[in-house]
């Protein structure tokens, strides 16, 4: 209960209603009824003293005759409902109706005067037709005039009064009725107003909006809301659908991304069958070098003249191994292989990949430092995602660098049993802002047309399948360093 905006907007809407409408209307009505009741307790005494002063008047005119006749024309006053006069017995001696004389008051209205309580009291009687009179009974004792008459002291008779409301008097009770009838009624078209504007301008927009959410997140982002309101829903509408044409311009820059880095693999593929096999004729063509060079340099035992040119021989036969070496290597990283682990090297694997890419560096003016001298560097890996790790971080180091440049390899004890690899450069380093989002995939810094961006992403990714952590420390003009910790096997 309570967990939706509707169910609290109906909850504290009804309650502040009858705080502001119901409860003044109560206490109003409640004024009026005590301000009825106060009329009728008045006319009673009023009706009360008339009779008594009449009786006193005809007793001491000698004409008790005439207290009928007083009675009667106070009984056509408005509001005197009925007038009595009855003895101790219950005998009617006078009344306003004439079938009551000579009759029990008992028989008539037994609940008028209880005989044990012979004090005046006031009290309400609903009459059979379920009309609502006040009525009052007070004791005429036997005193001054009446001693003529009636020799008895103490009560003599008792008077019996009923008033009712007036017509004034009835009506405002009616309209207090109907002023109850009429808040409730006006409580209702408050309730069912504001529920329908609640409903019609808050509640429906917002489950159009929770629906176009889910399906959003079903991965329908071709959804729109309707954005004409002018109000607060209007400008949330407004964010919403300029939310999913975001999300779908992304979709289709990652679709084309991705089918360009597809492109670009197949190329890739390509190249590496294509350079697989040139290595190989590379190699053929060698490997005739290189034993045509040991056959001369044998030749030159036999002819003593030719040893001036020994030295030469030796140099051609040292570049030509060195062009088999990097070849070898090229083959190597050019082969479909499945990944594996196992013990790998990490002093070989940096070795090897610096005896590829020093040459290219050197073109670019760009000096390799290498420094493995660390003894056990044996993690359990795959040397040809870790040679993927250096190609990246390299590459992407001599694409920042200038003439001049220094790319710094190392490898240093961490903690116990960790291998720190360390790539760093004195390049113009990376801004603080930055340094969170180099790992994410397709950002880039670069302005080159072939750059996907996704080099550093491959680099994390790749360290996360061998459980290393790698960090980025750099500062503006002060170079960068990719710090890489790997468990030792």
Known sequence: MFKTIKSKFIFFSTFLILLTTAIPMYFLVSQLRANFEDRSIVMLDTSLDVVRYGLKYAMMSGKQDDLQTVINDITQKEGVYNIRIFDSEGIIKFAS???EINKNI????PHHYDFKEPESKLKVISLESGKKIYSNTEPLFNEGLCKSCHKEDGIIAYLDIDTDFTSAETKFYTGS????????????VLLVGLYFIFNRFINAPLQQLMVALNQVEGG?????????????????????????YKLRSSKEQI?????????????LKTLGELTSETAHEVNNHIAIIMSR???????????????????????????????SEINGNILKYSKKS?????????????NEFAKVYEPLLLKKNILLNIDVSLDDTTIHGNSIQINQILTNLVTNAADELIDNGVISISLSSGDENKVVLKVKDNGPGIGE???????SPFFTTKAKKNNTGLGLYIVKKICEQHKAVIICESKINSGTSFIITFNKK
């Open 97 to 99: 109706i004439p079938d």
């Open 106 to 109: 008992k028989a008539l209205a």
């Open 177 to 188: 009725v109907h002023m109850i009838f009429l808040g409730w009624a006006v409580l209702l």
């Open 220 to 244: 329908d982002i071709n959804v729109s809301l309707d954005v004409s309101r002018d109000d607060e829903i209007g400008t949330v509408n407004k964010h919403f659908n300029a939310m999913t």
């Open 255 to 267: 679709e084309q991304l991705h089918l360009e880095e597809l492109q670009r693999v197949n190329r």
């Open 293 to 323: 060079t040991d056959y001369l340099n044998l030749e030159f035992q036999k002819y003593p003249e030719l040893l001036k040119y020994s030295e030469d021989l030796e140099v051609l036969l040292d570049q030509s191994s060195k062009i």
């Open 338 to 350: 499945k990944i594996e682990y196992q013990a790998v090297n990490l002093s070989n694997v940096v």
């Open 433 to 439: 802002s930055l340094i969170e989002e180099i790992f």
